[in-house]
């Protein structure tokens, strides 16, 4: 198998909110088109390392990050990168399904209407593309103009991603986007991740191990801010190295 | 029931029973005049002409009053209210916010009879000056003055309701690259729309119920204003003005009931129209 090409890479990455030291000297290298499995008990730093790479974390007061955080090898950290232009290349979806109340049409035209797009035509071409490739066209295509609300919280979710996709993204940061849906709705979510990595890098963090292991094709385990260990997803529920790693998958850890 | 709940619960009561009953006073005092009044030249007619004889009593110029300087307040107070409201939940630093917040309540506590000698010594002269006027006694100074005094409650019930948005939908604004003013402009305030026309039509109410300052600045011709920049005198001040030398049970005193009902019918339309808004948004969430 040929290794695919590294998307995100990150060298000796610490954060801090104010004192505390969340994330401890991370370095890793995530390939494209793949998606990456972030695991870890609860208050390991798994949110706090995902948002940086989409520098959601610039929003906290006394965050500070240190090391070098690459995507396509520019430092998007660097003096003079645009937030904004980063956060159309890397979109994110959150751990509770968050559509504007607005409805389903106006929340996946947002973002392209954000960047002045004003054509009917194309966005709804926009909003309709998005909405096929978030496997939700089917279900909401005669009620476009109805409350993103009325649907259902896996429907919601994927609305969220539809409304990602539309601004073009290729990496998309999902932050335990499952979490809040029952099996059925998570198993299409799930599904629909093994759809997206055809076409976009993407980051998952999740404390669902068996998700994890179900679609994730490199995974990562963080404990208390360290990178404990990286490997292939497969690699890393089989024979993981550490002991803390096979502590952690074999439940033997919160 | 616990003592307390049951110390409010009676409390609530007492208060709706208490504006029932002011209602029905009003109505009561205003029926002798309505009996006698078959048409409706009491809302279209310009005269009000008390003491003449036999006396007349048609309310249309201080309705148009009333209007007016209601609508030069809630025009010029809105964009303030809201844009203060924003800043004060969205744009400045939470410590400013706090203490900015609790300097604006208290200037509820100012009586209106202190607006109304600021509009008179400060505000009617300078509109005098810039417009060119005879007097600055004139709508359009009471409705400046009035566009101030409605700014606490429609600041202060805007602020709460764009507090009141999620954060998520701002985290969902910024990670789609939007800029803090287009989430402000595309998401928060909308979010916030339905307690933001609540806070607008009861800033409306209270502009429409102020007395003592449109007294004071209005000016106080009787007749229908041609403009916001001649005098006049809305409603209320109508009422304030005369009723104490109208003889009980006189018409005159009876007519000024029935002015009263219909401000009462007004006001109580406004307000029920923001309370609607405010549940219909609760059922919408
Ligand atoms: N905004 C914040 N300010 C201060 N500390 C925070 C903030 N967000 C998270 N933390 C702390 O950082 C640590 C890591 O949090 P987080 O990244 O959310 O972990 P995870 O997603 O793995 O549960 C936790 O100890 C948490 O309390
Ligand atoms: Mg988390």
């Known amino acids: 198998m040929v290794e695919n090409k590294h998307k995100v890479s990150l060298k000796d990455i610490s954060i801090f909110y104010g004192k505390l030291h969340v994330v401890k000297h991370v370095s890793v290298e995530l390939p494209e088109n793949e998606i990456t499995a972030i695991i870890g008990p609860s208050g390991s730093g798994k949110s706090t390392l995902l948002r940086s790479l989409n520098r959601m974390n610039d929003h906290i007061n006394g965050m500070r990050i240190t090391g070098e955080a690459m995507i396509d090898n520019q430092n998007i950290y660097a003096d003079g990168v645009d937030v904004v232009m980063l956060r159309r290349k890397v979109g994110m979806v959150f751990q509770r399904p968050n559509p504007f109340p607005k409805s389903i049409y106006e929340n996946v035209a947002y973002g392209p209407k954000l960047q002045g797009l004003r054509s009917k035509a194309e966005l709804d071409i926009i909003v309709e593309n998005s909405l096929r490739q978030a496997a939700l066209w089917d279900e909401v295509k005669d009620r476009l103009h109805v409350s993103g609300f009325d649907l259902s919280g896996g429907q919601q979710q994927r609305l969220c991603i539809a409304r990602s996709l539309a601004v073009g993204p290729e990496v998309l940061l999902m932050d335990e986007p499952a979490s809040a849906l029952d099996p059925a709705a998570t198993a299409k979510i799930e599904e629909l991740m093994l759809l997206l990595k055809r076409t976009l890098t993407v980051v998952v963090v999740t404390h669902n191990m068996q998700q994890a292991a179900r679609v994730s094709d490199h995974t990562a385990f963080l404990l208390g801010g360290e990178l404990v260990e990286y490997d292939v997803t497969r690699k890393i529920f089989t024979t993981p190295q550490d002991k803390r790693t096979d502590d952690y998958i074999s439940g033997k850890m919160g | ?285």
């Not at chain 2, 609508?71 to 900015?100: D, N, Y």
């Not at chain 2, 009879?113 to 004139?138: D, H, I, Y």
């Not at chain 2, 009422?239 to 005159?252: G, K, L």
């Not at chain 2, 029935?258 to 007004?266: K, N």
Request: proline letters at 5%; aromatic letters at 10%; a positive charge.
């Open chain 2, 1 to 285: 029931m616990p003592y307390q709940q049951k110390l409010v619960t009676v409390a609530g009561y007492t208060v709706l029973l208490l504006t029932a009953a002011i209602f029905l006073f009003v109505a009561a005092q205003a029926w002798p005049f309505f009996r006698e009044q078959v048409d409706l030249s009491f809302f279209t007619g310009d005269r009000w002409l008390p003491v003449s004889s036999p006396p007349t009593f048609q309310i249309k110029g201080f309705l148009v009053s009333s209007l007016m300087i209601t609508t030069m307040a809630i025009v010029v107070g809105c964009p303030l209210g809201i844009l203060s409201a924003v800043s004060l939940a969205e744009l400045l630093p939470r410590q400013v916010s706090v203490r900015l917040r609790s300097v604006f309540e208290m200037t509820v506590g100012i009586p209106s009879v202190v607006f109304g000698f600021l509009g008179l010594t400060v505000v009617a002269p300078f509109v005098a000056r810039v417009f060119n006027l005879n007097t600055g006694l004139t709508g359009f100074s009471a409705g400046l003055v009035l566009s101030v005094m409605v700014l606490p409650t429609l600041v202060s019930l805007a602020d709460e309701a764009l507090r009141a948005v999620p954060r998520e939908y701002a985290e969902a604004s910024y990670a789609l690259g939007a800029t803090r003013w287009q989430t402000i402009w595309r998401v928060i305030v909308p979010a916030a729309r339905s307690g933001i026309i609540a806070a607008v039509l009861l800033a409306m109410g209270r502009a429409i119920g102020e007395t003592m300052t449109v007294l004071m600045v209005a000016g106080g011709r009787l007749t229908t204003p041609g403009s916001i920049f001649e005098p006049m005198r809305p409603i209320t001040a109508l009422i304030a003005a005369e009723v104490t030398n109208a003889a009980r049970h006189s018409e005159q005193y009876h007519a000024l009931f029935a002015a009263g009902l219909v401000l009462f019918a007004i006001t109580f339309a406004v307000n029920a129209i923001a309370a609607a808004v405010i549940v219909g948004k609760k059922g919408a969430a």
